[in-house]
């Protein structure tokens, strides 16, 4: 099987994404090339073919342009599967791409199954496996759900065109507002889920946080439900943290709030299910009702 992956570059930097792509086609056990519009000077270092376009020529992004740079890329490489990461440059582009070419796409890819691949429904509670019937597919990865792969070698390298009419200019990236807490430079977080059950409980979290002299997050049902502000929430649509100790209270383990905090040292889980998906990532796994649970912990932390 051979897969093209599509690389990204913000701000003139080959996306540590790019890692997570190399784990999928490594996991598929497909020979893989990449397809980058990027910059020279930062270019990923693998053992393969690299469809190259310069960034300073293309832009960064541009939809019409970066489709025509990898279909160029598609008809010269003739891959079986064309993967992007699911995010907002593959959200946008990889539907394109799919459309020009008349393929199947499974978008949020979550794992990989002997007859197709894995993505989450009913809002993360369930996964069903898709098998594309089209002879080339489009993927998108969900990020944090294959463990990166950081390979060596210098690629192949192949300067390719295309034509740069657009009815569209990137203009410029628009950081988010400033303003809640910043979570990334916590040592220790204390993570609300849904499991806590109702707004109330959301103390015995800020009671825990307060003892470790951390923070409190949340994954997004508590965010959702109106318990925690938006700053708080953690997961690929929040804030990226890598706490020395990271608390999960109540949080069953969605791929989505997995990605985020993936890189904490130590995870404690707190869970009354003991099959929750938190529990392949925890360190320490507590089967029990946090209700009743995290007073005594605090109690015991106080003494």
Not at 32 to 53: I, K
Not at 128 to 140: F, G
Request: charged fraction near 20%; charge should be negative; proline fraction near 6%.
């Amino acid at each position: 099987m051979k897969t093209l992956l599509v690389g990204e570059c913000r701000e003139g930097r080959l996306s540590d994404s790019a890692a997570e792509l190399f784990g999928f086609a490594n996991l598929l056990g497909a020979e893989s090339a990449m397809v980058l519009v990027g910059a020279s000077d930062d270019l990923p270092c693998f053992e393969g073919r690299l469809y190259f376009a310069d960034a300073r020529e293309y832009g960064e992004y541009n939809p019409e342009v970066h489709k025509r740079l990898v279909l160029k890329a598609v008809e010269l490489e003739r891959p079986d599967a064309v993967v992007f990461m699911h995010s907002s440059y593959g959200w946008d582009l990889a539907p394109r791409i799919a459309a020009a070419m008349r393929s199947a796409q499974v978008s949020s890819v979550t794992g990989i199954e002997s007859d197709g691949f894995m993505v989450e429904c009913c809002n993360g509670k369930m996964r069903r496996t898709v098998r594309p019937l089209t002879p080339v597919v489009v993927l998108t990865l969900q990020p944090g759900a294959f463990s990166g792969l950081h390979t060596d070698g210098v690629p192949d390298m192949l300067m390719i065109e295309a034509d740069m009419t657009s009815p569209v200019e990137f203009v410029r990236y628009e950081p988010p507002p400033a303003g809640g807490v910043d979570l990334s430079r916590a040592a220790v977080i204390v993570g609300a889920g849904r499991g806590v059950g109702k707004k109330e409980h959301v103390e015995l979290i800020r009671e825990l946080a307060a003892v470790f002299g951390g923070e409190v997050g949340a994954s997004r049902p508590v965010i959702d439900a109106g318990w925690l502000e938006r700053s708080r929430q953690i997961g690929t649509t929040g804030q990226s943290v890598s706490p020395a100790l990271y608390v999960a209270c109540g949080i069953s383990g969605a791929i989505q709030h997995l990605a985020g905090m993936k890189g904490s040292g130590f995870v404690l889980a707190v869970n009354t299910d003991p099959d929750a998906p938190i529990g392949e990532l925890a360190d320490l796994f507590v089967v029990a009702d946090l209700v009743q649970f995290l007073p005594v912990l605090t109690a015991k932390l106080q003494q």
